[in-house]
């Protein structure tokens, strides 16, 4: 019903910035939220943030707040996550997801998800 695709991924050294993009097609208006986890090797899926396409509002991890900010262009179905400060630890496959509100999406209630892209922070 949604496909999800992710681009921006890349390795970048400790302190830099990257920012990742998520474009929606297919039956975009079918889910309000859209956001972004990620998983380091060896652990498990975490939630990284979320943002509603209705009101706006976001939601972040209390690990990234203050350092990523999520945003979306609606009129592009697209959802973007500006990632500043990297730090090694921020090492993970980041994959896009939507689901039906920010706040489900922050517990991990997703419906669609994205093939994922590389990100990698060097110390």
């Known amino acids: 019903q949604v496909q999800l695709v992710e681009s921006g991924g890349g390795l970048v050294q400790a302190g830099g910035s990257l920012r990742l993009s998520c474009a929606a097609s297919?039956?975009?208006?079918?889910?309000?939220?859209m956001g972004w986890f990620r998983q380091a090797p060896e652990k498990e899926r975490e939630f990284v943030a979320a943002?509603?396409?209705?009101?706006?509002?976001?939601f972040y991890a209390s690990s990234v707040k203050g350092r990523f900010a999520i945003s979306r262009d609606n009129a592009k179905n697209t959802v973007y996550l500006q990632m500043n400060s990297l730090k090694p630890e921020d090492t993970a496959v980041y994959y896009c997801?939507?689901?039906?509100?920010?706040?489900?999406?922050?517990?991990?209630?997703?419906?669609?998800w994205g093939q994922g892209t590389q990100v990698t922070g060097s110390s």
């Open positions: 997801a939507a689901g039906s509100n920010v706040y489900g999406l922050g517990r991990s209630y997703v419906d669609y």
């Open positions: 297919g039956r975009t208006f079918s889910r309000d939220a």
């Open positions: 943002i509603s396409r209705s009101f706006g509002g976001t």
